[in-house]
């Protein structure tokens, strides 16, 4: 049991597409008990994962190896270490609450609705878990499939147009990033005369400047994409805006994680001499900053509630780049507990905005005001999630946000000064938007009918707050399981850099 | 050439004779039965084509294990089959069962069961067998022209269609040019020789001064033929036209079975007698696949019906087979192999939904249309999704076997240094799924049409969309034995 | 001496011919044209000893294929085929391939020729039982494929050509 | 002297002749005569080479030109019956439902 933990996790969901495809689609409540059931036993087995895992060990846990496609060195070679094992865990409770979310929002089409998420929860969890490139590629590839679905037939008014723009964009990215794995392959094989996709194996590769160069910003294109970074970052206010709730916490918690977890595992370790080089540092800070700053500045003008989410997340992920390239461990681990920072708080604006949503059908800010009157525990989460986006001390973002910062100012205090600028930004587009959505008087006497939270509401909102109070409180168990492994990765790029 | 018919001719000719024989008494079977008790006996018909598919597969089993990876020469050097014979003769016979258990239903949708249609067929499949087997010009042409001639009658099949009178007579016009061009391109290489043997000619070139007029006039000739046979740009123009009037199963059998065999033959030809010239047409190859990448995915990007537009994609398609062949080493002929044998079955899929959504409820005119498509998701969900995946394949998105064919032409191209082809070609992959997934965005997102989108199934249509569907499926997730099958049939 | 003149008397007949062929408004004209031509490629045959060719392009083409050629004009609508223009707007593609072919045919030029010996079969021979020897030994296979494509070719001509009957409406 | 090279330069001319009237000629009967004068130059270098290397199979493979040639015909005239049948014209040009 224990040695197939992980693939188990791994697979849960697809095993449980079965029993989801053979309940006639006309029993809704059957289908949604069912894919709750499936994405909860997710949530639960991936729970020993974390309570066994070793963080004194180094290298990875609860590997698993088998072959899969040995004529061309492809296997299904999975394991996670600290970084992954953070993620995961996002990964199996956002996509259990994201679930939960949908229960009375989506009402059409139920059956490829849940079937749809249970093939992205597998793709997502195996982006985490490879260990192995192609393994890797497939499942980042196959994430991409059941998210333009998603935001193309539940979406919103402009859905069709988001949900293409989002597949083609990543798209381009990730076939991109295939050149640079499969650069990475053959170089391996002519220097050990061996293929595989093995990560392990392809670390030890040697390369001349000018193909580590080729390998490291095919690489970085298909992950700066999905992160995304500021140039490429387009896709993602039109995907977030359409999509369904469910989707945009999807999306925003854990598939944005992918890039950052994309640089950390791969871009670094492979081609460490080219991500330690001084312009591409320089030139990714400086990425890094001006999404923090711009996304923060759009948050501001925005009249729409869940386009400013959706900028903000441009923002914070500022954050985990800048963090991730500042190269030393308080950069590196900042960038990573951000990222599960960002996923929980994040995720909670967007599931604030899907009650309100859902309610009345309407995003515009305008629309709403004096909301805390109405729904008073709906605004202490509001409150809450607020403020753990805005990193406030005690709660998750102030921690991650600190870290990062601590491991900027060690590279260059501009960098630090100008980051820290984004926090401020962002506490005032967060405080704004609260007081124009939640303070004062109600506005409209639509909202005056509107109901507070649920149960099935607050079973969402509970844990991810709980989550948020543990980080922020007592983050030390974080940063125990991301030591090791985040110690190794600085040490192959301080190597690197000789 | 002391005995007339060996052992090793015998053993040779088996599949093509049993193509040959049956698909001949199914041709006559009308002449002789009359046509009232010929149409009494569809369904024996469809048996016996059947059965005549069952026996060239036993045929090709029992060569493959008789040859066992080696070469058998036949007929004093006209044919020899090899694993790169029987490799494409495998997937020929994929390509017209499929194309047999779509047909049955259509044909009578349309109104036009005949048994001639069968024996076509099975005929045409002969003539495949030739050009992956042929190593003699004579034997090469004439299969070359069974096969056509074959194809030129079946799109026109719908005599009563004008669509179908118009695609055949352009495709038969601009494909007897072709062969004429063909012909011509012979003539010269058979005067550079003195024989008409691949071996001879190979021969001759490597002795040959490369500038011998003769020789650079009749391989250019001959190899525009080519180009003109696998629908490359510039010489795709046939291709829309053919694919869009022919019956929708013709144009799955076209599409694929055609196109499998004339890169059989032009595999053979340019890696056989022109292999020692390979840096003469290595960029002109290099030309002709951009261009086809480019013409046929921007194209696509603006069709509305969807046979032209798979037809666009299809020259696409081309395009990246030829950068295998660029590419030039032990991968890139593998990837090319790969690529052939999952592009047939999930181009075969992908038309045979198109083929399904012709349908008695429908009326008349045929228009396969993007609108016709629309709203496919909530009557027919198995067939939109499988559609889907025929498409994702089709694209080359993993986990699909559609990957794996563009992951092995994207890696010959990168160990043979051809970065910037490997980028171009990637970055078509994001201009190819825009278009396709405009068919999935009709298919779950667009408003049922009143008229359209009810599939009508047989039992043939589910059996062929089962293996299909399964092929496209188990290869993506699963390759191994079929990339160990490509290889060891390339590598001989 | 005589050999020559023959040479480009039967050249003249079969280019004059072909040029006519192509540009002629008529079709039947065409089809007479071609059929001036193709009896000067015949004579050219005989001059290259290849007597049974000679048979065979008279009895064939010039009895066989014109007289379907004809048959066909003749019964499609001749008159309405002759007030229609005759050339499409290719001819800018045309010229550039007529450039590129001639750019081929002053290649071939170049080559200096060999003097025609006379053919000697290996058996003393006449060159019609030599070609039936090859065709039927070496040649047997590709023969009878032929004999298979002539019949999908006469069962797809009547196909094609008979009427669809039972036409449903 | 006669030698191969008159016999490849005639058929040069007739080759180029024929592809000239395909890509010109709209009349659907006419194009295929032209095609039939390709064929008909590959013949002639066929029967120019088989003399020159006194190797009979140049003859032999014309011969097999010859019945293709016939083949095509016959097919492609009852195409163009058929094509007849359902809209009277024999000009390529309007054959225009589907883009030319």
Redesign the interface.
């Known amino acids: 049991m224990t040695q197939h933990l992980l693939s188990i996790v791994l697979f849960l969901p697809l095993v449980g597409l079965i029993p989801l495809l053979l309940i006639p689609s006309d029993q809704k409540r059957t289908l949604k008990l069912c894919a709750n059931g499936v994405m909860l036993a997710g949530f639960l087995l991936s729970l020993p994962l974390a309570l066994q895992f070793d963080a004194d060990a180094a290298g990875y846990q609860f590997t698993e190896n088998a072959a899969w496609i040995p004529s061309i060195g492809a296997s299904f070679n999975i394991g996670i270490d600290g970084i992954s094992l953070l993620l995961v865990m996002l990964t199996t409770l956002i996509g259990f609450l994201a679930t939960l979310a949908s229960w009375s929002a989506v009402e059409d089409r139920l059956k490829e609705y849940y079937a749809l998420f249970l093939i992205l929860q597998a793709g997502m969890l195996g982006v985490f878990v490879s260990l192995d490139l192609f393994l890797f590629y497939v499942f980042w590839e196959v994430v991409l499939i059941p998210m333009y679905f998603i935001i193309g037939i539940w979406g919103g008014q402009r859905r069709l147009y988001a949900a293409i723009k989002f597949f083609i964009y990543t798209l381009a990215g990730s076939v991109l990033m295939l050149l640079g794995i499969l650069t990475l392959y053959f170089q391996h094989a002519k220097e050990y005369n061996v293929y595989t996709f093995d990560l392990a194996r392809l670390l030890n590769t040697h390369m001349a400047m000018g193909t580590e160069q080729f390998v490291f910003w095919t690489l970085f294109l298909g992950f700066a994409i999905k992160v995304p970074m500021f140039p490429f970052h387009t896709w993602l206010p039109d995907a977030h805006v359409e999509a369904p709730t469910a989707g945009s916490v999807v999306l925003a918690s854990v598939m944005l994680k992918m890039g950052a977890y994309g640089f950390v595992r791969f871009s670094l370790p492979l081609a460490p001499h080219v991500s330690s080089e001084p312009w591409v540092v320089a030139t990714i800070a400086a990425l890094s900053i001006i999404a923090i700053l711009y996304g923060a500045l759009v948050c501001l003008m925005q009249k729409d509630w869940k386009r400013l989410v959706a900028y903000s997340s441009v923002s914070h992920m500022g954050f985990v780049t800048l963090g991730i390239f500042a190269l030393n461990y308080n950069g590196i681990a900042g960038g990573v507990i951000q990222s599960i920072n960002h996923g929980i708080s994040t995720g909670m604006l967007f599931l604030i905005v899907g009650v309100v949503y859902e309610r009345r059908h309407s995003r515009e800010i305008s629309a709403y005001g004096g909301l805390a009157h109405v729904m008073p525990n709906f605004a202490v989460v509001f409150a809450i999630a607020m403020w753990s986006s805005a990193g406030l001390p005690l709660l998750n973002g102030f921690i991650g946000e600190f870290t990062i910062l601590a491991g900027a100012f060690a590279v260059s205090k501009l960098w630090a000064v100008l980051a820290s600028l984004g926090v401020i930004l962002a506490a005032a587009y967060l405080l704004w938007l609260y007081q124009r959505t939640m303070l004062g008087e109600v506005t409209h006497e639509i909202n005056r009918k509107l109901r507070d939270l649920n149960a099935r509401e607050w079973a969402i909102f509970l844990p991810l707050i709980a989550w948020a109070i543990w980080i922020g409180v007592y983050p030390k168990p974080h940063f125990d399981v991301l030591e090791k492994p985040v110690q190794a990765i600085v040490e192959r790029v301080a190597g690197g850099a000789r | 050439m002391s005995q007339f018919y060996t052992a090793a001719d015998n053993l040779a000719l088996k599949p093509a004779l049993a193509l040959a024989s049956f698909g001949c008494v199914i041709l006559l079977l009308e002449f002789m039965l009359g046509r009232a008790r010929a149409a009494a006996a569809r369904q024996w018909i469809l048996g016996l084509s059947l059965t005549g598919l069952a026996v060239t597969a036993w045929t090709l089993w029992e060569q493959q294990q008789a040859l066992d990876g080696r070469r058998l020469t036949a007929f004093s050097g006209a044919i020899s089959v090899d694993g790169f014979a029987l490799f494409f003769n495998w997937i020929f016979l994929a390509a017209s069962l499929v194309t047999i258990l779509i047909s049955y239903r259509y044909l009578e949708i349309e109104g036009e069961e005949q048994a001639e249609y069968y024996g076509l067929i099975l005929l045409a499949q002969c003539g495949m067998y030739f050009l992956a087997t042929g190593t003699d010009l004579i034997t090469i042409f004439v299969g070359l022209e069974l096969m056509s001639l074959s194809f030129y009658i079946l799109v026109g099949f719908l005599r009563g269609e004008r669509r179908s009178n118009e695609a055949a007579l352009k495709y038969f016009l601009l494909g007897v040019f072709s062969s004429a061009l063909m012909a011509y391109g012979f003539s010269l290489l058979f005067g550079v020789a003195g024989s008409t043997r691949l071996k001879d000619i190979a021969t001759a070139i490597q002795s040959r001064d490369l500038h011998d007029p003769i020789l650079l006039v009749g391989l250019a000739v001959t190899a525009v033929a080519l180009l003109f046979k696998i629908s490359a740009v510039p010489f795709h123009m046939w291709a829309p036209d053919a694919y869009e009037g022919a019956p929708t199963p013709v144009t799955a059998f076209l599409s694929v079975g055609s196109k499998a065999a004339s890169f059989a033959l032009l595999l053979r030809f340019f890696l056989e007698p022109l292999g020692a010239l390979r840096d003469a047409w290595q960029p002109l190859l290099v030309a002709v696949a951009v261009l086809s990448m480019t013409a046929g995915n921007l194209a696509a990007i603006t069709q509305t019906n969807l046979k032209r537009l798979i037809a666009y994609s299809s020259i696409s398609h081309a395009g990246y087979i030829l950068l295998g062949l660029v590419a030039g080493n032990e991968t890139g002929l593998q990837g090319v192999a790969v690529y052939v044998l999952v592009y047939t079955f999930t181009n075969l899929g992908a038309l045979l939904v198109v083929a399904a959504l012709r349908s008695k409820v429908t009326g008349r005119g045929i228009e396969e249309d993007l609108n016709d498509i629309s709203g496919l998701a909530q009557r027919n969900p198995t067939y939109a999704a499988l559609m889907v995946v025929f498409l994702l394949s089709l694209a080359g998105l993993p986990p699909t076997a559609g990957f794996l064919g563009k992951y092995y032409i994207f890696l010959s191209l990168i160990q043979t240094g051809h970065t910037v082809l490997a980028v171009v070609a990637t970055l078509y992959v994001a201009v190819a799924l825009y278009y396709y997934f405009g068919i999935v965005k009709m298919m779950y997102m667009g408003q049922a049409a009143e008229r359209a989108s009810l599939i009508s199934s047989s039992v043939g249509m589910r059996v062929a969309l089962g293996i299909t569907a399964a092929a496209t499926v188990v290869i993506g997730l699963y390759p191994e034995p079929f990339l160990r099958f490509a290889e060891i049939s390339l590598l001989r | 001496m005589l050999d020559a003149a023959f040479f480009y008397a039967f050249a003249l007949l079969a280019v004059t011919g072909a040029v006519l062929t192509v540009t002629r408004r008529n079709a039947v004209h065409s089809a007479i044209w071609l059929i001036v031509s193709l009896l000067g490629v015949a004579g050219l045959f005989l001059l290259a000893q290849a007597e049974f060719l000679f048979a065979v392009q008279i009895v064939l083409y010039v009895g066989g294929i014109m007289v379907l050629f004809l048959f066909v004009i003749m019964l499609v609508n001749l008159d309405r085929a002759m007030k229609e223009s005759q050339f499409s707007k290719q001819w800018p593609v045309a010229l550039a391939v007529a450039a590129l072919a001639g750019f081929g045919l002053t290649a071939v030029f170049r080559k200096a020729g060999a003097v025609l010996p006379p053919m000697a079969s290996p058996a003393e021979q006449g060159n019609t039982q030599w070609l039936a020897q090859v065709l039927f030994r070496q040649y047997l296979l590709p023969f009878e494929l032929a004999s298979v494509v002539l019949l999908v070719a006469m069962v797809g001509a009547v196909l094609m050509a008979r009427k669809k009957e039972g036409a449903r409406s | 002297?006669?030698?191969?090279?008159?016999?490849?330069?005639?058929?040069?001319?007739?080759?180029?002749?024929?592809?000239?009237?395909?890509?010109?000629?709209?009349?659907?009967?006419?194009?295929?005569?032209?095609?039939?004068?390709?064929?008909?130059?590959?013949?002639?270098?066929?029967?120019?080479?088989?003399?020159?290397?006194?190797?009979?199979?140049?003859?032999?493979?014309?011969?097999?030109?010859?019945?293709?040639?016939?083949?095509?015909?016959?097919?492609?005239?009852?195409?163009?019956?058929?094509?007849?049948?359902?809209?009277?014209?024999?000009?390529?040009?309007?054959?225009d439902?589907?883009?030319?």
């Open positions: 002297m006669i030698t191969s090279t008159h016999y490849l330069v005639l058929g040069a001319i007739l080759a180029l002749i024929g592809t000239v009237g395909v890509l010109t000629r709209r009349n659907v009967v006419v194009i295929l005569m032209s095609i039939e004068l390709i064929l008909n130059a590959a013949n002639l270098n066929l029967v120019a080479f088989a003399r020159e290397l006194n190797q009979i199979q140049g003859q032999v493979f014309a011969v097999f030109i010859i019945a293709i040639a016939v083949a095509e015909a016959s097919v492609g005239l009852g195409i163009l019956i058929a094509l007849f049948r359902n809209k009277e014209t024999v000009d390529a040009g309007e054959i439902l589907l883009k030319w």
